[in-house]
């Protein structure tokens, strides 16, 4: 498991928000000025391996609770976000609370004994309903207390609403190690957004001239803005460079890149 944080001292600060990001694939925090927003303080666990369960992410992340001290100062308050694969949007001319299980059979295999909850997003008037990780949740509640949580497409779908003013349709991919997520924005609203699982170049480039064929986006014009765990020198960036004219990285002002050992456009749900 590899390790990375930025080196200010928190001691002194009062009044903080911890934000805590997790997947299969690792673990990520950031702690921000409540007054001022700004983010004083980011740290990134990258697990060696994809983990195959939710019982190994609970290890993991208890694990990394027990070896982290800054997990253990007190927060104002504290937000999580579920990074799956596990969601769908649905309108809210659609939406009926009592369906929530037909709507993600639709896309994806539930149990019977999956809880399913929903994320409203008023700026596209949808809800975002996915599946948490309520063993992770309830490990953080003992020992937090009450805290918000969101799935991560609905803040990336927020954050890239309020940054985006094209007005024509623009594609942004977040990128992890498996995943990609696809939103299509025009102006504010709302195209398609999706997620997809890729093994190699050939499947990540396949998912995005696919959908770009299907809204009928011109390769050689279509603007096409890459966030997460992409570089210039990457074969995912060389390749989608290979069939889009106009490929870009959609970074970050945070300040805190400047203490930080990465691109500007990584990590963009938390630090975007």
Request: overall charge negative; proline content about 0%; hydrophobic content about 40%.
């Given at each position: 498991m590899k390790k990375s944080s930025s080196s200010i001292s928190l001691k002194k600060t009062h009044n903080k928000i911890l934000s805590i990001q997790f997947s299969l694939d690792g673990f990520s925090f950031c702690v921000?000025?409540?007054?001022?927003?700004?983010?004083?303080?980011f740290s990134e666990y990258i697990f060696d391996e994809t983990l195959n369960s939710l019982e190994d992410l609970s290890e993991?992340?208890?694990s990394i609770f027990n070896e982290d001290p800054i997990l253990h100062y007190e927060y104002n308050e504290v937000?999580?976000?579920?990074q799956n694969s596990l969601h769908t949007l649905i309108p809210n001319d659609f939406f009926d609370d009592n369906s929530l299980n037909s709507y993600l059979d639709f896309n994806i295999k539930t149990l019977q004994t999956d809880y399913i909850t929903?994320?409203?997003?008023?700026?596209?008037?949808?809800?975002n309903v996915y599946v948490p990780y309520v063993n992770i949740n309830n490990y953080l509640f003992q020992n937090f207390g009450e805290f918000e949580y969101k799935?991560?497409?609905?803040?990336?779908l927020e954050k890239l609403i309020q940054k985006n003013n094209f007005e024509e349709k623009v594609m942004f991919v977040n990128v992890t190690k498996n995943t990609i997520d696809i939103i299509v924005l025009?102006?504010?609203?709302l195209i398609l957004c999706n997620s997809f699982s890729y093994k190699s170049k050939e499947d990540f480039i396949y998912y995005i001239l696919f959908i770009a064929e299907q809204l009928q986006l011109n390769n050689e014009e279509f603007k096409l803005y890459f966030t997460g765990e992409i570089s210039l020198?990457?074969?995912?960036y060389q390749i989608a460079y290979t069939y889009i004219k106009n490929v870009y990285f959609l970074e970050s002002s945070q300040a805190i890149f400047k203490e930080?050992?990465?691109k500007k456009h990584s990590n963009f749900i938390l630090l975007g």
């Open positions: 921000s000025d409540l007054i001022s927003k700004e983010i004083i303080y993991k992340i208890k937000f999580v976000i579920h929903f994320d409203n997003i008023t700026e596209i008037e949808a809800k799935h991560h497409t609905t803040i990336l025009e102006h504010k609203k020198e990457s074969d995912l930080l050992d990465a």
